[in-house]
């Protein structure tokens, strides 16, 4: 009886291989990204080439399965192989650039819009030539077909889409003062476990005061620097905060976020030093309507304030007030 030649397809070990080589070059990308052996365009670039070769391995994955099914003969289990390895190498891929997609604006968000605290030494974005190009034409052609706005000037347009997308990221006040504010924001920073770089300390209770740190993200190591400016208010202190990426790179958590979390970490702090947090966090709104006045942070004295010392006077005959040595500092 004559024997006939099995039929052999090649794209499936081909299919099962590229898939391979996708995958390794997708995780790598990833672990050098997050331990900062790549910088942000490296790692974009990366991950566009390991979702083209997985995007490949699996077509050909499909092409070797449908001549399996036409022809006969071995492949099934390298073909689907480069399936399954196909797909978890554009996974990751693909959830970047839908993030960047997706997710417009972001990055530099201000409680203020118009007169956003300072950043000193931020970080810029000159070294990520692709990503600024990639971010540009989102900006110009993705993202207004997507939220169907018409085109407007950049500031009117990212000022907007702040007031549209973070309608809660607006400036605080509390009912305390400026000096009190700034170690509930510092405790706050090194709560979240941001390095704070840079700072203006309070040297008086009513000065304005500025807060400056550098956070990591835990997913990609993305760094972004947030500010903290703490001006004197007629409530008590006025506090704002800018969050700025150093990149167009987005990751799972956004400046936003950033914002939410120091506001939160401060309410923290507030309530474990104070106890009532309703006593000391205002509205903005809240204080435009009511008009508050500030409160006195201590509780009224029974005596009045005087001078611990005895004052000097020129003439020895000239009179002394009486009980100028008694003051409320002592007893």
């Known amino acids: 009886m004559k024997r006939y030649a099995t039929h052999r397809t090649a794209t499936a070990p ?3 291989t590229l898939a391979s080589c996708a995958l390794a070059l997708a995780v790598v990308a990833f672990l050098a990204k997050r331990f900062g052996l790549i910088d942000a365009d490296i790692f974009v670039l990366s991950f566009m080439v390991a979702a083209a070769v997985a995007l490949l391995a699996i077509l050909l994955a499909l092409f070797a399965l449908h001549r399996v099914w036409t022809l ?17 190498a554009i996974g990751p891929p693909a959830l970047t650039v839908a993030i960047l997609v997706l997710r417009p604006g972001g990055h530099d968000v201000s409680t203020d819009r118009i007169d956003p605290p300072e950043l000193i030494s ?3 974005f000159s070294e ?27 500031d009117t347009q990212e000022a907007a889409e702040q007031v549209t997308l973070y309608p809660d990221i607006v400036s605080r006040r509390y009912r305390i003062s400026t000096a009190q504010l700034h170690a509930a924001g510092r405790k706050a920073l090194d709560g979240l476990g941001w390095s704070l770089v840079d700072e203006l300390p309070p040297d008086l209770l009513d000065v304005a005061t500025r807060l400056q740190a550098v956070g990591r993200s835990q997913l990609l190591g993305l760094d972004h620097d947030v500010a903290l400016r703490i001006r004197p208010d007629p409530v008590g202190a006025l506090l704002d905060v800018r969050a700025r990426s150093r990149t167009p ?24 030093t104070y106890g ?14 009511e008009g508050l006045e500030p409160e006195p942070v201590e509780e009224p004295r ?18 002394v007030p009486d009980g100028v040595e008694l003051t409320d500092l002592e007893g």
């Open 14 to 16: 081909a299919s099962r």
């Open 72 to 88: 006969g003969g071995p492949g099934v289990p390298a073909a689907l192989t480069g399936v399954v390895l196909g797909l978890l």
């Open 122 to 124: 931020a970080g810029v």
């Open 128 to 154: 990520q030539p692709f990503l600024i190009w990639f971010d540009a034409t989102l900006v110009r052609d993705v993202w207004p077909v997507l939220a169907q706005l018409k085109t407007e000037p950049a």
């Open 249 to 272: 790179l987005k990751d799972l958590t956004g400046n936003d976020d950033h914002i939410r979390g120091v506001f939160a970490e401060i309410d923290r702090v507030l309530l474990e």
């Open 276 to 289: 009532d947090l309703s006593r000391l966090a205002v509205d903005d709104s809240e204080a435009e309507a």
């Open 302 to 319: 029974d005596t009045i304030p005087l001078p611990g010392f005895k004052p000097y006077f020129e003439e020895e005959d000239a009179p």
